[in-house]
């Protein structure tokens, strides 16, 4: 059961709880309300009592995140993100760097296909796996 406590001379009350393997952590709720302080104590705990994906990780995250903000988190999606940053360098360079730019985001989200709508957590998530494959044999006729 996690608990809380809240440290002398402090409005915040902070989160003891322990993982799945017994070891105890002590983190800062960044609350002063109790109830809501207790919660978040209790999520940090369920987190570390599961063995859990990345994608399982976040999405508590974002429920922690809209508890505690009272907004939601926003993802942002691979393509909204690149247009997004072309548009904040065309300002900044010249219209042939600017095409150069713009023709290479668009190879590269065509080279994505209908995962150029996923967030880059999931793009980057997916490229780490293809980088940890063994690479092919070595097939150059040196002897």
Not at 90 to 119: H, M, Q
Request: proline share 2%.
């Amino acid at each position: 059961m996690a608990s809380i406590v809240r440290r002398r001379a402090s409005k915040l009350w902070t989160a003891f709880f322990r993982d799945q393997n017994g070891k105890q952590y002590c983190r800062s709720t960044e609350e002063t309300n109790k109830k809501r302080a207790q919660k978040i104590a209790d999520e940090f705990e369920a987190a570390g009592q599961k063995k859990r994906t990345l994608r399982a990780t976040r999405r508590v995250l974002a429920q922690m995140h809209e508890l505690i903000s009272g907004s939601k988190l926003e993802e942002v999606s691979c393509r909204a993100h690149f247009k997004e940053w072309l548009a904040v360098k065309k300002p900044e360079i010249g219209s042939r760097t600017y095409d150069f730019y713009e023709a290479s985001v668009n190879k590269f989200l065509a080279s994505l296909g209908s995962r150029a709508k996923d967030s880059i957590a999931e793009i980057t998530r997916a490229a780490n796996k293809i980088e940890r494959r063994d690479p092919p044999e070595n097939t150059s006729l040196q002897s």
